[in-house]
């Protein structure tokens, strides 16, 4: 069965400084993986997808993450925050039968 | 421009009364969803549907009612059996199996 567990429920970094959200999952194809963002009553926004090709993926607002399969991992990492990334997160994970599984998000605040 | 849009933005409701939420499409997409979102945690599948007039119960399809007349057009009916209906409903949409899904503003129901 399919998993996704965000381990960290909040996560505050000064602005300029690197970002690093965690999410783990459990699999038992060859899942893909999504992270979206979510800024405070609004819809939700993709911001990189893995479906089996680069293992790094490049994302949009300077973001990436990395697909480690023998960590069962899908971080999200960005070199430098910016005051616009405050934020919730969702990591989320799909094996292709319509229904995404959802990480509980983390919340990323960005402190001047 | 091609998009997801859900209305109202907000909805106020008394107890007992059943009320739509409105979710069309112009992606021509064929799968479209419905989730819910408490505070603090992640999304939760209500309803979703494949193709035009079929629709399959998520996790929490108790007190929701769906229909898909049109491949547009996919509206919620929250239901006086719903017994805490109070949350942010979010409407998507994909192209297909295992692709992202797209998100539309989200409303947020209130039950007074």
């Known amino acids: 069965a399919q998993s996704v567990t965000q381990l960290d429920s909040h996560v505050s970094v000064s602005e300029g400084t690197p970002v690093l959200l965690r999410c783990n999952y459990s699999?038992?194809?060859?899942?893909?993986l999504f992270w979206y963002v979510q800024h405070p009553n609004k819809g939700l926004q993709l911001l990189l997808k893995?479906?089996?090709?680069a293992t790094l993926v490049k994302g949009i607002n300077g973001f990436e993450a990395e697909f480690k399969k023998s960590e069962t991992s899908f971080h999200l990492t960005k070199p430098s925050a910016h005051m616009s990334d405050a934020a919730e997160y969702f990591c989320?994970?799909?094996?292709?039968?319509?229904?995404?599984?959802w990480g509980a998000g983390t919340k990323l605040i960005i402190k001047p | 421009d091609g998009g997801i849009t859900q209305s109202p933005k907000y909805l106020f409701r008394k107890e007992g009364q059943n009320v739509t939420l409105s979710c069309e499409q112009n992606l021509n997409h064929d799968a479209m969803y419905w989730y819910r979102q408490d505070p603090g945690q992640g999304l939760r599948l209500i309803y979703y549907?494949?193709?035009?007039?079929?629709?399959q119960k998520g996790d929490i399809a108790e007190g929701y009612s769906v229909s898909r007349e049109k491949k547009e057009s996919f509206p919620l009916t929250v239901t006086s059996a719903q017994k805490n209906p109070t949350a942010f409903y979010l409407c998507a949409s994909s192209i297909n199996r295992a692709n992202e899904q797209f998100f539309g503003p989200g409303t947020r129901l209130t039950v007074l």
């Open positions: 893995y479906t089996s090709a």
């Open positions: 549907s494949q193709i035009v007039n079929d629709f």
């Open positions: 699999s038992s194809y060859s899942p893909s």
């Open positions: 989320v994970v799909s094996e292709g039968n319509y229904q995404l599984i």
